[in-house]
């Protein structure tokens, strides 16, 4: 299918109920960025009104050895404060890593009705689903991104449904990852004074999925972002983002004078970014910070990132741990199901960190 015309509903048509996504339209040979794109001016990203974090990243390897305590300290300061680090010595090797993105580049350069099987109605399987922006039946302004996501159920379902092109690579990446990811975890909630049982630590971490994204080069990327501002609903997300950058985490709780402002995350070869999810600012009674993030799109060259969530299985409630009620005197969240918030986030454009309000106790 041609993208015959650049009136809006021909272009979500193509974009979207076809399933071209941004790398159709920009294979179409658009010049500029089309009106459905063009953020508003608020929501823009200004590379120049920002600086670049200099936090190191964090040494994982020395979770188990002499430093254990200084280094739980580290992730907690992160979690209290950003909501977002670096780490490096994290058990997933490098040449995972890369080949990881080159596999995210083979799967978004295929044609678009090698990728369009993936679409939500035809895909092979509700846990893989291709798309593009967020969700585009929403928002005023498109995402200049497309993405495959893939919910991990079994190896089996896995090897069957997963795209070809990444299945192995992003199966062996997500679990690498859930060793980090319960590592992290657990020094946090112990960190809280508490200790959770195996069952329940499965409850909190139970549904992971793995995720590509791909951000075509964008002939304006000064009026478009590549996802808008959002916190994530699960407990951890760990990032691999490539060597272009473009992540930008705001600033919340840190020097008064900073403020609402804006942190460029850094690539650095061979680490992987964690950010803390709603899920755990709501444990935590607000302890702990779910960081409001957003992506910059860039003309000279594609970008690809690859996040694994980790989050509740659905029918998981959650709410603010009773111990750290009792030592805060008040519950700044309500308890919630899992799949109720999960519907709430889903369901409308992202916009900040509002998802929260969905469990906030006002």
């Given amino acids: 299918m041609a993208l015959r015309s650049n009136s809006s509903n021909s272009l979500y048509d193509f974009v979207v109920r ?3 996504g941004v790398k159709g339209l920009v294979d179409s040979g658009v010049s500029e960025v089309p009106e459905r794109y063009i953020q508003p001016p608020g929501e823009r990203i200004n590379k120049h009104d920002s600086r670049a974090c200099d936090a ?7 979770l188990n050895g002499e430093e254990h305590e200084k280094v739980v300290d580290e992730i907690a300061r992160a979690a209290e404060t950003l909501g977002f680090f670096q780490v490096v010595n994290h058990g997933v090797p490098l040449e995972l890593l890369e080949s990881l993105k080159d596999a995210a580049h083979t799967f978004f350069s295929l044609p678009p009705e090698k990728k369009a099987v993936y679409c939500t109605g035809v895909s092979p399987s509700p846990r893989v689903k291709y798309g593009t922006s967020f969700v585009p039946e929403k928002e005023k302004a498109l995402e200049w991104k497309d993405y495959i996501s893939m919910t991990f159920n079994s190896d089996e379902e896995a090897l069957q449904c997963w795209p070809n092109q990444c299945k192995e690579v992003a199966l062996e990446y997500l679990k690498l990852s859930t060793k980090m990811v319960r590592d992290i975890v657990e020094a946090l909630i112990g960190k809280l004074g508490v200790t959770l049982k195996d069952s329940e630590m499965e409850g909190l971490l139970g549904m992971k999925m793995v995720n590509m994204n791909y951000y075509p080069a964008c002939p304006n990327p000064e009026l478009t972002v590549g ?3 959002h916190s994530d609903m699960g407990a951890i997300t760990v990032l691999l983002q490539d060597g272009i950058g473009g992540l930008y985490v705001k600033v919340d709780q840190q020097n008064p004078a900073d403020k609402g402002q804006w942190l460029e995350i850094p690539p650095i070869p061979g ?12 444990l935590s009674n607000g302890k702990y910070k779910s960081a409001e993030h957003r992506v ?8 690809v990132s690859v996040p694994v969530f980790t989050m509740p299985i659905a029918t998981e409630r959650i709410g603010p741990l009773p111990e750290v009620v009792e030592k805060d005197g008040l519950a700044r969240y309500r308890e919630v199901v899992l799949q109720d ?13 509002n998802s929260l309000d969905f469990a906030r106790i006002n």
């Fill in 227 to 229: 996802v808008g501002r």
């Fill in 296 to 303: 910059r799109t860039t003309s000279s060259q594609s970008r």
């Fill in 56 to 62: 190191p990243p964090i040494d994982l390897s020395k």
């Fill in 341 to 353: 918030y999960m519907n709430n986030f889903f369901g409308n454009a992202h916009a900040g960190k």
């Fill in 271 to 282: 680490a992987l970014v964690i950010n803390i999810g709603d899920t755990l600012q709501i």
């Fill in 18 to 20: 076809a399933g071209n």
